[in-house]
Structures are given as structure tokens and as C-alpha cells.
């Protein structure tokens, strides 16, 4: 059973510039979560998806904005990216049922800013 | 605000020896998560706990819930060097897969 798949796993951008991170979940799985890691603040929780639609926020700024597609793969996108943005993005599947709220991640995309 | 702490947040012990994690977090949630990261790379999911009194064990490791004290334990038994890595433990608000992490605890087991 393929996991989650998280393109690209690395990237580096400069100050200003946008940038699309990928998620792929795995099969079945209609809960789609993106936490920032960094070693200051930790883990964050940015938003959640579920069927397509946006269900949880986090506190971050407008900069940060996300999409689920039908086919449960989501996308993030961060705008006129900031020096403080350079960290670890990691996405995180689960089916989400009444039984099953198992969370599994992705390998996580490393964003540098520059 | 949902808050979690977890204690101690750096562990070194022996192998061999025993020693507990503790997570604590500040609202009403019945469903508490323990991850191992190591270094460079994901979480991997451990532990699922979606009840009070729930206890699961794996290996060396064994977790509880005692949701009425907000409170997890993470019990690592005779450590062996491969338990070495960031332990988190995360909460959910009951409205979805918004976890709320808490700030981990390193652990180093030594020959």
C-alpha cells in the first residue's frame, strides 16, 4: 500500500517569490492535514481538507492557503514568501471515520527562502 | 485554546533501564496520538488512543489515557539504543485532523 507522497522534497526560493507544495494521500483517505515544523515553533497545524473542503484552520497568515481535489490530492501554496517560511512541510493523511483517525505522513518538503 | 505539554523534553537514559513520558493537554479530547520522528525525517505513527482508560502496546513501548486527568503516558521498558528519536504526542479538538502537537521529547538511550 503506497503512503504518502509529498512533491518536491526539497526547494529553495527567494524572498518574495510563491511557491505550490503537492500531497498525494494515500488510497481512500479523504482527510488531508499540512503541519509546518521548525525548530522553534515546533509543529503547526496550517489546515485541513476533507472531501474537498476546508474544515480546520490554523493561525497563520492569508499567505497560506490550501486546495483539496476530487481525487483527495491537495496542494498548499504560500505567497510572497518570507525568511521565516523556511521550514519542514509535512502532510498528513487519514480515512477520518467514526472508527479511524489514524494519521500517517509524508516524507515532508523542505523549503529553504533565501 | 487547546494546549499540549509534554515532560521531560530531553531523556537520556541508560539502556536497559525503564523510564515514562509524560503528555498533558488543557481541553476535553478523547483521542490522543504518539509519534516518533527521527532525525531528518517524518512522524511515524505509534499509538492511537480513543479512550479513557485505552492502553496499547508495542515492542518496548506502552501507552495510556486517562482522559478525566488529560493525561498521556508514552512507558518505554529496558530501552535499547534503536529507541532513540523525538517522541510526540498530539491532540485533536473532536472537529477533525487539526492536531495540536506538543513540543516533544528527545530521547537518547545510551549503551
Known amino acids: 500500500k503506497a503512503g504518502v507522497t509529498q512533491t518536491p522534497r526539497y526547494l529553495i526560493k527567494t524572498r518574495g517569490q510563491q511557491v505550490t507544495l503537492s500531497c498525494s494521500p494515500i488510497?481512500?483517505?479523504?482527510?488531508v492535514s499540512w503541519y509546518q515544523q521548525t525548530p522553534g515553533q515546533g509543529l503547526q497545524f496550517l489546515f485541513e481538507?476533507?472531501?474537498?473542503?476546508?474544515?480546520n484552520k490554523g493561525n497563520f497568515p492569508g499567505r497560506f492557503s490550501g486546495r483539496q481535489f476530487s481525487n483527495s490530492r491537495s496542494e498548499m501554496n504560500v505567497s510572497t514568501l518570507e525568511l521565516g517560511d523556511s521550514a519542514l512541510y509535512l502532510c498528513?493523511?487519514?480515512?477520518?471515520?467514526?472508527?479511524?483517525?489514524?494519521?500517517?505522513f509524508g516524507q515532508g518538503t523542505r523549503l529553504t527562502v533565501v | 485554546e487547546l494546549k499540549v505539554e509534554q515532560n521531560p523534553l530531553f531523556l537520556s537514559m541508560q539502556e536497559g533501564k525503564n523510564y515514562t513520558i509524560y503528555c498533558n493537554y488543557s481541553t476535553t479530547s478523547d483521542r490522543l496520538y504518539w509519534y516518533r520522528q527521527d532525525p531528518g525525517k517524518s512522524l511515524e505513527s505509534l499509538f492511537v488512543l480513543l479512550s479513557n482508560g485505552a492502553v496499547k502496546q508495542e515492542g518496548r513501548l506502552m501507552a495510556s489515557l486517562d482522559t478525566k486527568a488529560r493525561l498521556s503516558t508514552l512507558h518505554i521498558t529496558a530501552a535499547v539504543h534503536d529507541l532513540s528519536a523525538t517522541y510526540f504526542c498530539?491532540?485533536?479538538?473532536?472537529?477533525?485532523?487539526?492536531?495540536?502537537f506538543g513540543p516533544g521529547t528527545r530521547l537518547s538511550v545510551l549503551p
Open positions: 481538507y476533507f472531501s474537498e473542503t476546508q474544515r
Open positions: 488510497s481512500g483517505h479523504r482527510s
Open positions: 498528513a493523511s487519514s480515512p477520518w471515520t467514526t472508527m479511524n483517525t489514524e494519521a500517517f
Open positions: 498530539a491532540v485533536d479538538d473532536n472537529y477533525g485532523q487539526n492536531f495540536v
